[in-house]
């Protein structure tokens, strides 16, 4: 590619946002704002770019080779932020290491991934979440997942699910096959992937006993409602899946209570990508896209990385995603910017069609204001609601 046409091009994966939907991202944004206060949540905003090594927490082999890496000028390997959660640990473990426990934080921003771009995936995207740090109970984890469901809601999105699951409960069954760790890690990735076909491929060739593959495939499978729990426990003696059950059974009474299960359903089979997870993990899905909307989940281990032990959970939601899903559904995106007045004036006419902008904009409406030269032969530049041309008796 030429140096001409490399000026006129962006790279790949990442996109301009133009007038109309950036306006429907900001009003999504001020939705989301008033209801993460509404619950008590603060904001907080980290940088776009820190070190490596902080950044690569938590993270398995494969989302640590997704990082936009560079080096600065002491040759330090810096990396783009790929989410907002472990900034925010870092942050929290350092400059916020002396408040009162828990915290509850917000947040709104961009974040890079390597990623094979296509519609709702692309390299450089924008995340909106929280982060509720400090409480290990289950109505934590009820907390994040109904504000989640509330976010959705007043987005104006009609139809969505959020699956939620533990991370406990496919580990338990992982060690039930007596894999090495090599083989769990694909079976693991099979699984987050939902590739059930190559799932049993990798068992099969792993040998593993077909009544083992059996209950292994029906345990990730297996999702609907809190009546799942009691089936799957009959399944298994490991404590781990047990008491994973447990917990699930504990954040659905709480979601019961919330009021909000006909959004939500029990899947065994949702496994998040990053290897920090420890506990409840949940996706927020609408029938307009192939991929999550949402996601998040407890992650108790990462904090003490970065110097302060203690209990984590929470979730981010991909604006873009959102935007494309609403689009889908139609009927709920339309944003309004046609102006409600153009008010037309000659140069000499200045201080009159200002004034006279200043009070229609002071009443609360769009103006637009549109100098013409003496002939008035030159064409509005914008179609508006109404139009208030300036003469010399308003002038007056």
Known sequence: MTKDRLKIQIPAGIRDILPEEALRKRKLEHCFEETFVSWGYREIVTPTFEYYASLSMGRGAEEESRLYKFIDRQGHILALRPDMTTPIARLVGTRLKDEKLPLRLFYMGNAFSFEDPQAGRQREFYQSGIELIGDDSSFADAEVIAIAVEILRTSGLKSFKLSIGHV?????????????????????????NKNYVGLQELLDEFNVAVSEKDKFMQVITCHGGKEILTKVAGLTENGKVLKALKDLEQVYDALEAYGITDHVEIDLGVLRGLDYYTGVVFEGYSPYLGFP????????????????????????????????????QGGQNNVNTVPDYLVIYTAAQAPAAFKKARELRGEGNIVVTHCINGS???DPPVNAKSTVIISEESEN
Request: proline share 3%; with cysteine; charged share 25%.
């Open 168 to 192: 406990d409960v496919l580990y338990g069954i992982i060690e039930e096959l007596g894999l090495p760790n090599e083989e769990k890690g694909w079976v693991k990735n099979a699984v987050s």
């Open 293 to 328: 909307i949402l996601g998040g989940g407890r992650y108790d281990n990462l904090m003490g990385q970065f110097g302060r032990e203690c209990p984590a959970t929470g979730f981010a939601l991909g604006m873009e995603r959102l935007l494309l899903s609403l689009e889908k």
């Open 376 to 378: 008035g032969d030159s």
